[in-house]
């Protein structure tokens, strides 16, 4: 699922006649970037969900045939947030147990989607011999200078709250939530599907309960927030 319903007030006027996702760094769209990289590394299915604008998305991707991709949308009528999404979109991505979600609004021309899967048959293997089911693993990323108290600690082996930290000997810095995760479905089946839900408290009363994992990529990450941001990646080489 690629998470494009926000309105990118920060981004306007920009943003005035364009969804966020649709604004383009090195000639193609944020959401084209994560499209590509998605095909590339065998994804076939995904979901798009969108509230601002939607349909100037629907217009450029279609049903995704020109990708090889089969895309859906989820159209909200004013955005849900990102558990409100998600939970709105179950239908549609019908997931058996675990599922891949990444923002619209990044630039990660190097994620690694070819180890997605990789990493779901690992949880289900961990929890075949008896652990309790896993419900997110998250991507996390080095704090860029306009978030530099970062959202996560990440311990191996797995991701911990701040009540968890307060006085462990091996509490560091935290780092960066990138907007790329895999989920358990069960984390999203409670909510109400017509309610406005973030995530973060979701995850950290997940992360209380030491179900959720993560690890720092190494490659490059970048939130296009600000005209001046998305401005400096594209006179980048």
């Known amino acids: 699922m690629i998470l494009a319903a926000g309105r990118g007030e920060r981004m306007r006027p920009l943003t005035d006649h364009l969804p966020k996702p649709m604004l383009e760094i090195q000639g193609k769209s944020l959401l084209q970037h994560h499209l590509e990289g998605l095909k590339r590394y065998g994804f076939e299915n995904v979901v798009i969900n969108h509230a601002w604008l939607g349909n100037k998305i629907e217009d450029a991707f279609g049903n995704g045939q020109s990708m090889g991709l089969n895309i859906q949308y989820s159209k909200e009528e004013s955005a849900l947030e990102t558990a409100g999404g998600i939970t709105k979109a179950l239908p549609l ?74 006085n462990n000997p091996l509490r560091q810095s935290k780092h960066t939530f990138s907007g790329a995760g895999i989920y358990h479905k069960s984390l999203f089946e409670h909510l109400d599907v017509t309610q406005k839900t973030p995530l973060a408290p979701i995850l950290k009363k997940a992360m209380g309960n030491l179900l959720v994992e993560g690890e720092l990529l190494a490659c490059s990450w970048h939130d296009v927030g600000t005209p001046d941001r998305l401005s400096a990646l594209n006179q980048s080489n």
């Open 93 to 166: 991505l019908s997931p058996s147990d675990y599922f891949f979600v990444i923002n619209g609004d990044t630039f990660m021309p190097h994620f690694p989607f070819d180890r997605v899967r990789d990493i779901v048959e690992q949880i289900r293997i961990d929890n075949s011999e008896g652990s309790q089911a896993l419900l997110a693993y998250l991507f996390l990323v080095k704090n860029p200078p306009h978030h530099p108290q970062g959202d996560f600690y990440l311990l191996p082996p797995k991701i911990f709250s701040d009540d968890q930290l307060k």
